[in-house]
């Protein structure tokens, strides 16, 4: 079963900056994408970057402030949040896409964006 675990999580400033890095078990590898899901107070868990064979595609609410990237040998995948906003809170989990029974969820990292 692919196992993550996310990091790099705090406090922000609205405008701020942050990069959230995601550790995986070498068998991520084989998974056809990978992504960056998150989940805000009362909110359902949503998906918000996909990386695929080196390509990227984000969420509409995070399409240019954010930046998702796989480092494969590594087993690392990072997201890159820039001008962040309030309604980023959330907590950030990285895992299969699609989600399947093979995938377990991490920990998740909590991101709180307040001044």
């Known amino acids: 079963q692919v196992q993550f675990m996310e990091s790099g999580g705090g406090f922000v400033q609205p405008g701020g900056s942050l990069r959230l890095s995601c550790s995986f078990s070498?068998?991520?590898?084989?998974?056809?994408?990978m992504g960056w899901y998150r989940q805000a107070p009362g909110n359902r868990r949503e998906l918000i970057a996909t990386e695929r064979n080196g390509r990227t595609s984000y969420r509409d609410s995070v399409k240019g402030r954010f930046s998702a990237a796989k480092d494969g040998p590594n087993n690392v995948m990072y997201l890159h949040m820039n001008n962040v906003k309030p309604e980023d809170t959330a907590v950030y989990y990285c895992?299969?896409?699609?989600?399947?029974?093979?995938?377990?969820w991490g920990q998740g990292t909590q991101v709180t964006v307040s001044s």
């Open positions: 070498p068998d991520g590898n084989s998974l056809p994408a």
């Open positions: 895992n299969a896409v699609p989600l399947n029974p093979e995938s377990s």
